[in-house]
């Protein structure tokens, strides 16, 4: 089964609106192991919009799990990586206008810069992952920078419209998911992973972990931080039982409205 990865940055966004203490990411970390985390994820942006650097230090100190962090390859992210030492680092492409992470990176075109970054992590005794578009040349890419996993982007299966583009998208991320583990590559994924699509990609055989934040915590608003984890916990249960005996397709087809 894939396990769940919880990412915590928007417990920090709803802190940031008033710029005092709470909600505090850290008491939300705390109970998305409770509830049965595997790991806790957290982007520290470079504008610095929702996480911020001390909060990364007091993850590390408390996160019981494992600490994930999310972080442009840019030199300042690279030292602090360096001076905190979380269990994985994970490559993302950074554009100040966005919302949120809007494609993966492009490791083909920036080979060079990203394998010396990748290596420089794993000498500094961190996991590395890259978080790319199911494309096999990027795939290939990330293989060819030494990466330890990668993370493939769900983002347009998850914003797709139409059940025909939602079912193409879907058949992307297994071919993608295929391609790595015959190179055994090791696939984390997530991007827009709610309680109603996460279960067609749980029902992927081969992904190890599920990296999902914002519905978690918008879901937690309502119903607690725990609550919310374990929901989410068990779609990924229900999809992965779901298929050992339906295609990632039939799954699809199941969950449709
Ligand atoms: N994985 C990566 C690499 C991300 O950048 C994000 C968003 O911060 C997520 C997973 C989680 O996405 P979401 O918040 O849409 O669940």
């Given amino acids: ?152 982007h769900t983002g347009a299966y998850a914003e797709a419209l139409t059940e025909n583009d939602r079912l193409q998208e879907l058949q992307r991320l297994e071919a993608g998911v295929l391609h790595a583990s015959l190179n055994d590559q090791r696939i984390n994924a997530g991007h827009g992973l709610n309680l109603r699509n996460v279960g067609p990609i749980a029902a992927i055989q081969g992904i190890s972990e599920l990296h999902i934040g914002h519905s978690i915590v918008s879901h937690s608003v309502l119903v607690g931080f725990e609550r919310a984890t374990r929901e989410m916990l068990d779609a990924i249960i229900r999809g992965e039982l779901l298929g050992a005996r339906y295609t990632p397709a039939q799954v699809l087809t199941l969950f449709s409205p």
């Fill in 1 to 152: 089964m894939p396990k769940l990865c919880v990412n915590i940055d928007h417990v920090a966004t709803v802190r940031q609106a008033r710029r005092i203490k709470e909600p505090d990411p850290v008491f939300a970390a705390l109970l998305a192991e409770l509830a049965g985390a595997a790991g806790i994820t957290c982007h520290l942006r470079e504008d610095r919009r929702h996480i911020q650097d001390e909060d990364v230090v007091r993850l590390k100190a408390m996160v019981k799990t494992r600490l994930n962090l999310e972080m442009a390859v840019t030199e300042e992210m690279l030292k602090i990586a360096e001076d905190i030492s979380p269990h994985m680092v994970m490559f993302v492409p950074e554009n100040r206008q966005e919302v949120t992470t809007e494609g993966g990176l492009d490791i083909k075109r920036n080979l060079k810069r990203v394998k010396a970054a990748t290596e420089r992590m794993k000498a500094a005794g961190l996991k590395v992952s890259h978080f790319i578009d199911p494309e096999i040349v990027q795939i290939d890419a990330a293989r060819e920078c030494g990466a330890n996993v990668i993370e493939l």
